[in-house]
């Protein structure tokens, strides 16, 4: 007899494989990862990515997970992307939205220092499943 550890178990595994076949079915331009050179918790991973969604404009989508540090306190998040806006525009976007208050956003040498690494989506990986494998741990926010 399944006891409510292993249904859970098993209400989580389908609903993150469903998800993954979802978002695997879409035509997502990009796969991203975001992060700041500040501390970012859930609350602020939200409002960066809604910040970041305004900003690309009502014709491009975008999934986005925040997930843990692994190595440090604090959050990154990975998001897939449709949109035409160009891979470059779609990282100084990051750049603007991303700013910290009192941070300065700029380094001496006039490079903007917030990490954002965007590559165009390849088929033969499963970033669907990637991304989806967050969405049903604790201490987790995701949106579209």
């Given at each position: 007899m399944l006891n409510r550890a292993d249904i859970r178990h098993f209400q989580?595994?389908?609903?993150?494989?469903?998800?993954?076949?979802?978002?695997?079915?879409?035509?997502?331009?990009?796969?991203?990862?975001?992060?700041?050179?500040?501390?970012?918790?859930?609350?602020?991973s939200r409002k960066l990515m809604e910040r970041y969604l305004d900003k690309l404009g009502s014709d491009s989508i975008m999934f986005w997970v925040a997930e843990r540090h692994k190595e440090k306190p604090g959050y990154h998040t990975h998001g897939l992307i449709k949109s035409k806006w160009p891979k470059e525009d779609l990282w100084e976007l990051w750049q603007i939205c991303s700013v910290?208050?009192?941070?300065k956003s700029f380094r001496n040498d006039g490079h903007i220092f917030n990490r954002c690494d965007?590559?165009?989506?390849?088929?033969?990986?499963?970033?669907?499943?990637?991304?989806?494998?967050?969405?049903?741990?604790?201490?987790?926010?995701?949106?579209?």
């Amino acid at each position: 007899m399944l006891n409510r550890a292993d249904i859970r178990h098993f209400q989580n595994r389908e609903y993150r494989e469903a998800m993954a076949k979802w978002l695997e079915s879409e035509p997502w331009d990009y796969f991203a990862t975001f992060t700041a050179p500040y501390e970012m918790n859930l609350k602020t991973s939200r409002k960066l990515m809604e910040r970041y969604l305004d900003k690309l404009g009502s014709d491009s989508i975008m999934f986005w997970v925040a997930e843990r540090h692994k190595e440090k306190p604090g959050y990154h998040t990975h998001g897939l992307i449709k949109s035409k806006w160009p891979k470059e525009d779609l990282w100084e976007l990051w750049q603007i939205c991303s700013v910290h208050k009192g941070q300065k956003s700029f380094r001496n040498d006039g490079h903007i220092f917030n990490r954002c690494d965007i590559s165009p989506r390849d088929y033969k990986k499963k970033m669907g499943e990637y991304v989806s494998k967050y969405i049903t741990k604790s201490y987790v926010d995701w949106g579209v």
